[in-house]
């Protein structure tokens, strides 16, 4: 897959090291082309300028600060339709890292943004240094996922897999509000001094549909 990041930062160094070792060519860009730079060589992909960047890749993984999305959609273009058709994953978390305050809704934001997009939110709740996951599958880490498109949520699917996770589609685009909360549970979970892990229930599998 031509998977393109927009984002320089820690996440997208992360997953683009593990997308690049899995056979998948990277396309990174972003407001600071030294940053461009320094990223694409650190994940062993290209740098691009933020202009024409949409056309040149198959998916889209956004992987900026709350802070600043709006103004990164823009520099993209994304708002005159440059992402048109294309899957968009968004793991931006709209929370308040000291309180877990949720801020608003990233995904609902690029929905809203980028015309034409096919947008997933995905990857915001692990951190980028929990990839690659190896061992048992039965044993990955599932990935709560969510989107209205069945090709975008497949397209981010596997790109999940291939960081050694499993994707769980919880719902369409609607749980996206939702799926944000849960970072900041887990941010309020880890505030008390608690492993988040251990607050959630362990279901017993016989009460499990089998996963789709
Ligand atoms: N790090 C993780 O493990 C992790 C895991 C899951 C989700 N996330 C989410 O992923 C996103 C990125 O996190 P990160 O840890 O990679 O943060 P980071 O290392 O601080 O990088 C932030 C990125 O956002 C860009 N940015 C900030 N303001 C911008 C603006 N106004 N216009 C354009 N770009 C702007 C920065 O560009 P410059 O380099 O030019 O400043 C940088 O590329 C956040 O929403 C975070 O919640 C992170």
Redesign the pocket.
């Known amino acids: 897959m031509n998977v393109g990041i927009l984002?320089?930062?820690?996440?997208?160094?992360?997953l683009g090291r593990v997308w690049v070792d899995a056979g998948h060519a990277v396309l990174v860009t972003?407001?600071?082309p030294e940053?461009v730079t320094e990223?694409a060589r650190e994940i062993g992909g290209h740098g691009a300028d933020p202009a024409g960047f949409g056309s040149r890749v198959d998916v889209v993984v956004i992987?900026?600060?709350?802070?600043?999305?709006a103004?990164?959609l823009a520099?993209i273009g994304a708002d005159r339709g440059t992402l048109a058709g294309k899957a968009v994953l968004d793991?931006?978390?709209?929370?308040d890292y000291a309180t877990g305050e949720l801020l608003g809704s990233?995904a609902e934001l690029v929905a809203r943004t980028a015309t034409g997009a096919s947008v997933v939110k995905a990857?915001?709740?692990?951190?980028?240094?929990s990839w690659p996951r190896t061992g048992p599958a039965e044993q990955a880490p599932v990935v709560a996922i969510c989107g209205d498109d069945p090709e975008a949520l497949d397209r981010a699917s596997a790109l999940i897999g291939d960081l050694g996770g499993r994707a769980g589609v919880v719902g369409g685009l609607g749980a996206a509000r939702q799926l944000e909360e849960a970072?900041g549970f887990v941010m309020r979970v880890v505030g008390s001094g608690h492993n988040p892990r251990f607050a959630v229930p362990d279901v017993d599998p016989a009460l499990l549909r089998p996963a789709g």
């Open positions: 984002g320089t930062g820690s996440l997208a160094r992360a972003g407001r600071d940053h990223a992987a900026v600060a709350w802070a600043g999305l103004e990164a520099l793991c931006t978390n709209p929370v990233a990857l915001h709740l692990f951190a980028g240094a970072a």
